[in-house]
Nanobody
Framework: QVQLVESGGGLVQAGGSLRLSCAAS????????MGWYRQAPGKQRELVAG???????NYKDSVKGRFTISRDSTIGTVYLQMNSLKPEDTAVYYC???????????WGKGTLVTVSS
């Protein structure tokens, strides 16, 4: 079992920055990949960024160069530094943990990011 709790969301003006955190608890040693997803009103949830245990990362094209994902595997925490925010980044951001050997994944409850123009 893994529990995920996101924090750091809020209201920010376009061009501003926010740092999201996701704290995992439980079987954190079993987590393979951690990622950030987002879901805007009326849209499907989409991958924003992911990071493996070894530190390999991938990003949605529209956030490359603006967002940075990082991870501290020793404490089971993943971060998303978001710079140069745009109104289209407005969404609920969710943290996900994949336990690949077991084919199991867990989701946090999400944190709202609102970017005003």
């Amino acid at each position: 079992q893994v529990q995920l709790v996101e924090s750091g969301g809020g209201l920010v003006q376009a061009g501003g920055s926010l740092r999201l955190s996701c704290a995992a608890s439980g079987s954190i040693a079993s987590i393979s990949i951690m990622g950030w997803y987002r879901q805007a009103p009326g849209k499907q949830r989409e991958l924003v960024a992911g990071i493996t245990r070894s530190g390999n990362t991938n990003y949605k094209d529209s956030v490359k160069g603006r967002f940075t994902i990082s991870r501290d595997s020793t404490i089971g925490t993943v971060y998303l530094q978001m710079n140069s925010l745009k109104p289209e980044d407005t969404a609920v951001y969710y943290c996900k943990a994949d336990l690949l050997p077991y084919g199991i994944n867990y989701w946090g409850k999400g944190t709202l990011v609102t970017v005003s123009s």
